[in-house]
C-alpha cells in the first residue's frame, strides 16, 4: 500500500509563493509518474502538473512559467514550487501517483492520491 502525505499549504497574497511537499511510502517510488492536481467546490479535480519518473514535467496550461514540479527520489518526495501565485490559484492541492512511469494528465492515469492540502491566495 502506498501512502502520500501533502504539507506546505497555507494562505498567501497574490503574486507570493508557497512550495508543496508530498512524501510517499513504498520502496518503488522512483519507477511511477507522480501528479499534482487541484481542485476547488463544485468542479472537477485538475492538472496541475506532473513528473516522470525520469524527471520529464508537463504541466496545465493555467499554471505555465509560474509553477514547477521537481522530485526527489531519494527522500520519496515530489514538491511542486508555486510562483506569482493568483487568487484563482485557491484550491485544495492533491498529489497523486501515476500508475505508469511516465506523465499523465487524467485522474485516471494516477492511482494513489494522497488527503490534499488547502491553498488559499488572498487578493
Known amino acids: 500500500q502506498v501512502q502520500l502525505v501533502e504539507s506546505g499549504g497555507g494562505l498567501v497574497q497574490a503574486g507570493g509563493s508557497l512550495r508543496l511537499a508530498c512524501a510517499a511510502s513504498?520502496?518503488?517510488?522512483?519507477?511511477?509518474?507522480m501528479g499534482w492536481f487541484h481542485q476547488t467546490p463544485g468542479k472537477e479535480r485538475e492538472f496541475v502538473a506532473g513528473?516522470?519518473?525520469?524527471?520529464?514535467?508537463t504541466y496545465g496550461d493555467s499554471v505555465k512559467g509560474r509553477f514547477t514540479i521537481s522530485r526527489d527520489n531519494t527522500k520519496r518526495t515530489v514538491y511542486l514550487q508555486m510562483n506569482r501565485l493568483k487568487p484563482e490559484d485557491t484550491a485544495v492541492y492533491y498529489c497523486?501517483?501515476?500508475?505508469?512511469?511516465?506523465?499523465?494528465?487524467?485522474?485516471?492515469?494516477?492511482?494513489?492520491w494522497g488527503q490534499g492540502t488547502q491553498v488559499t491566495v488572498s487578493s
Open positions: 497523486a501517483r501515476g500508475a505508469r512511469p511516465w506523465v499523465g494528465v487524467n485522474r485516471d492515469d494516477y492511482d494513489y
Open positions: 513504498g520502496r518503488t517510488f522512483d519507477q511511477y509518474g
Open positions: 513528473i516522470s519518473w525520469s524527471g520529464g514535467s
